[in-house]
């Protein structure tokens, strides 16, 4: 099976990072392809409509050109951007994930998105808690999930590679960013998604070195990102102790307080009366 992996001409550390980690990962069926990412200046000189930026223009039409590959090929495949992270549990998951028939009832499955809602949170922590219990992971649908975001890695199943580029027709300018504009068409039940959990892939380092120190406008960035590397099959919350260190001049003392109260209900041993 094919992974498409978008990737800048410049970004050649980038590039070197994803086929390593890929390398070490897959599984004997799997092959990995990269597609050259679209330029902002490719949008410019192109003179692309819509009122996103150009880099958010390129975004969704390095996508766009990938799912157009897939329906070509008429295969299954997995859409990747190259800060996608793959761990031991990876492409045995996606293996185990494509033979059951039931993932025909998705015309795309996510293998991660960003969650910004503490409920969704929680939720997400409960599952994976039951998960480490009994080892069966579940496709949940998008539609459900009112404010997801990111498409770091997706697999667009052959027959709904079509569905996606007529609704990329349907819309002759470029006004929302890609993932945006992905989570519309699911909400609108335009196209049938959901995402596999607990996640089988995340977010790479390179994601987080450029945040890692936040300032005010990026701590919710990396908020969410730290917690899609805490909540993903591979990932364990040790791991970050030092990162999450980095919010202490943050938080306020109230925050600090319901943040106690939230760490006692999500625990694994909490009981509700």
Same mark, same amino acid.
């Given at each position: 099976?094919?992974?498409?992996?978008?990737?800048?001409?410049?970004?050649?550390?980038?590039?070197?990072?994803?086929?390593?980690?890929?390398? %070490?990962?897959?599984?004997?069926?799997? =092959?990995?392809? %990269?597609? @050259?990412?679209? +330029?902002?200046?490719?949008?410019?000189?192109? $003179?692309?409509?819509?009122?996103?930026? @150009?880099?958010?223009?390129?975004?969704?039409?390095?996508?766009? %050109?990938?799912?157009?590959?897939? #329906?070509?090929? $008429? =295969?299954?495949?997995?859409?990747?951007?190259?800060?996608?992270?793959?761990?031991?549990?990876?492409?045995?998951?996606?293996? #185990?994930?494509?033979?059951?028939?039931?993932?025909?009832?998705?015309?795309?499955?996510? +293998?991660?998105?960003? !969650?910004?809602?503490?409920?969704?949170?929680?939720?997400?922590?409960?599952?994976?808690?039951?998960?480490q219990k009994t080892g069966q992971s579940r496709i949940i649908d998008l539609r459900f999930l009112p404010s997801f975001? $990111?498409?770091?890695?997706?697999?667009?199943?052959?027959?709904?590679?079509?569905?996606?580029?007529?609704?990329?027709?349907?819309?002759?300018?470029?006004?929302?960013?890609?993932?945006?504009?992905?989570?519309?068409?699911?909400?609108? #039940?335009?196209?049938?998604?959901?995402?596999?959990?607990?996640?089988? +892939?995340?977010?790479?380092?390179?994601?987080?070195?450029?945040?890692?120190?936040?300032? +005010?406008?990026?701590?919710?960035? !990396?908020?969410?990102?730290?917690?899609? %590397?805490?909540?993903?099959?591979?990932? #364990?919350?040790?791991d970050f102790a030092e990162k999450l260190e980095h919010f202490d001049d943050h938080v306020d003392a109230d925050a600090?307080?319901? $943040?106690?109260?939230?760490?006692?209900?999500?625990?694994?041993?909490?009981?509700?009366?």
């Amino acid at each position: 099976m094919d992974c498409f992996y978008i990737n800048l001409d410049a970004e050649t550390h980038r590039r070197a990072a994803v086929q390593e980690n890929f390398n %070490r990962f897959r599984t004997q069926n799997w =092959d990995l392809t %990269r597609f @050259p990412a679209v +330029t902002a200046d490719e949008v410019v000189a192109e $003179g692309v409509d819509g009122r996103i930026r @150009p880099a958010e223009k390129a975004c969704l039409l390095s996508h766009r %050109r990938i799912i157009a590959e897939i #329906a070509r090929r $008429g =295969d299954d495949a997995l859409v990747a951007e190259d800060d996608v992270l793959f761990g031991p549990s990876t492409f045995v998951g996606l293996d #185990a994930l494509l033979r059951d028939p039931a993932s025909n009832d998705w015309d795309v499955i996510f +293998t991660d998105v960003g !969650v910004p809602d503490i409920p969704t949170q929680y939720h997400l922590v409960r599952l994976k808690q039951e998960f480490q219990k009994t080892g069966q992971s579940r496709i949940i649908d998008l539609r459900f999930l009112p404010s997801f975001f $990111g498409t770091t890695a997706y697999v667009v199943k052959a027959g709904a590679a079509e569905k996606a580029l007529s609704c990329f027709a349907e819309n002759e300018t470029l006004d929302l960013p890609y993932d945006i504009f992905m989570r519309r068409l699911v909400h609108d #039940a335009k196209i049938k998604a959901g995402v596999v959990f607990p996640f089988l +892939t995340s977010v790479a380092d390179n994601s987080l070195a450029s945040n890692i120190q936040p300032s +005010t406008h990026e701590v919710a960035d !990396v908020a969410w990102l730290l917690f899609r %590397r805490m909540i993903w099959t591979d990932g #364990a919350c040790a791991d970050f102790a030092e990162k999450l260190e980095h919010f202490d001049d943050h938080v306020d003392a109230d925050a600090k307080a319901f $943040g106690k109260i939230w760490s006692v209900i999500s625990d694994r041993n909490f009981l509700y009366k």
